[in-house]
T-cell receptor, first 109, second 115 residues
Framework: DAKTTQPNSMESNEEEPVHLPCNHS???????IHWYRQLPSQGPEYVIH???SNVNNRMASLAIAEDRKSSTLILHRATLRDAAVYYC??????????FGAGTRLTVKP | ETGVTQTPRHLVMGMTNKKSLKCEQH?????MYWYKQSAKKPLELMFV???????ENNSVPSRFSPECPNSSHLFLHLHTLQPEDSALYLC??????????????FGQGTRLTVV
């Protein structure tokens, strides 16, 4: 299985941007980069995904490095509700979602 | 509301009991998954079904028995569990196992306590 590396934890101030990094140096050309987050006492929820180009949606932006060996999830204005564990996952052909430890994001008021 | 419903939300069972967890989705998805999340640990993939066929069993003990009668329903039958099986059990669904370009949807989970 392809692997990802994320910092264990990060802190942010409310209403400031947050950049959550993910390294995936062994990514193959057909792997998609997915991000999910898990709020306390809930199941994970989808945030965003991409293949090569940067992606934007109502929740976040995904910036993918040109060599695809790293990516960054960008929350443009963090709110208290964004406090969660964020998971970066590589989706392979016939692969299944396998979660690492993720990054625990703390948002300070 | 994610479209994936798990019941019950909480379950306490003795080590000699038999119980079942239920997962239901009406999203038209053909892949369904069981995950286990123990305290302070990442999610562990347990079982995968694709078009009602089990395609993955990640060395899960036989005291956990999955069943997928149709693409909309997934069960996890539990018997003679151990206290270390206490965890949050999460169900998820996705379009199918080859759909890397689509998202998965998770239920709220069943919080299981084995006493």
């Amino acid at each position: 299985d392809a692997k990802t590396t994320q910092p264990n934890s990060m802190e942010s101030n409310e209403e400031e941007p947050v950049h959550l990094p993910c390294n995936h140096s062994t990514i193959s050309g057909t792997d998609y980069i997915h991000w999910y987050r898990q709020l306390p006492s809930q199941g994970p929820e989808y945030v965003i995904h991409g293949l090569t180009s940067n992606v934007n949606n109502r929740m976040a932006s995904l910036a993918i490095a040109e060599d695809r060996k790293s990516s960054t999830l960008i929350l443009h204005r963090a709110t208290l509700r964004d406090a969660a564990v964020y998971y970066c996952i590589l989706m392979e052909v016939w692969g299944d979602m396998r979660f690492g430890a993720g990054t625990r994001l703390t948002v300070k008021p | 509301e994610t479209g994936v419903t798990q019941t019950p939300r909480h379950l306490v069972m003795g080590m000699t009991n038999k119980k079942s967890l239920k997962c239901e989705q009406h999203l038209g998805h053909n892949a369904m998954y069981w995950y286990k999340q123990s305290a302070k640990k990442p999610l562990e993939l347990m079982f995968v079904y694709n078009f009602k066929e089990q395609t993955e069993n990640n060395s899960v003990p036989s005291r956990f028995s999955p069943e997928c009668p149709n693409s909309s329903h997934l069960f996890l039958h539990l018997h003679t569990l151990q206290p270390e099986d206490s965890a949050l059990y999460l169900c998820a669904s996705s379009q199918d196992r080859t759909a890397m370009n689509t998202e998965a949807f998770f239920g709220q989970g069943t919080r299981l306590t084995v006493v």
